[in-house]
């Protein structure tokens, strides 16, 4: 016997202990994704349309290749959270649903990475051409 109340119990922990986690990790992302997209698109509009070395140089710029990189590694984050909250709910054969869940991740990892490598290796080679 427990001498804690049921609702001490279940506070904070959702159905499967982990829900709330989940939950809250969406909305900090999803924040975060604001607050990145709202630069992204300032700085978008700031750059002439169709001129490759001015993106270049923008891509090369530290704090550009900063907020690039978390651009990118938020926006990986945040799809797989919910794409993980779709398999969960509408695959209902555990072997399909644990196959499209390692598959989503790795597809997730493999985006996020070569995101961050192509702005990371922009920046560098921008940065040495310099």
């Known amino acids: 016997m427990s001498l804690r ?15 709330t ?9 999803a924040v975060a994704l604001l607050l990145l ?3 992204f ?6 750059l002439s349309p169709g001129s490759y ?6 891509i090369a710029a530290p ?7 978390l651009l990118a590694a938020t926006l990986a984050y945040h799809s797989y959270l919910g794409v993980q909250v779709v398999i ?20 997730h990892v493999l985006v996020a990475v070569a995101s961050i490598y192509a702005i990371l290796r922009i920046g560098i ?3 040495i051409a310099a």
């Open 125 to 127: 080679t921008a940065g």
């Open 53 to 58: 070395d001015e993106v270049i140089r923008f």
């Open 37 to 39: 997209g709202i630069w």
């Open 63 to 69: 704090v550009n290749a900063v907020l690039l990189i």
């Open 88 to 107: 969960e709910d509408y695959l209902h054969t555990h072997g399909v649903k644990v196959l499209a869940l390692m598959l989503s991740r790795f597809i």
């Open 5 to 19: 109340s049921p609702l001490s119990r279940v506070l904070g922990l959702g159905s499967a202990k982990a829900g």
């Open 21 to 29: 986690e989940h939950w809250w990790a969406q909305r900090v992302s």
């Open 41 to 46: 698109v300032i700085a978008l509009t700031q």
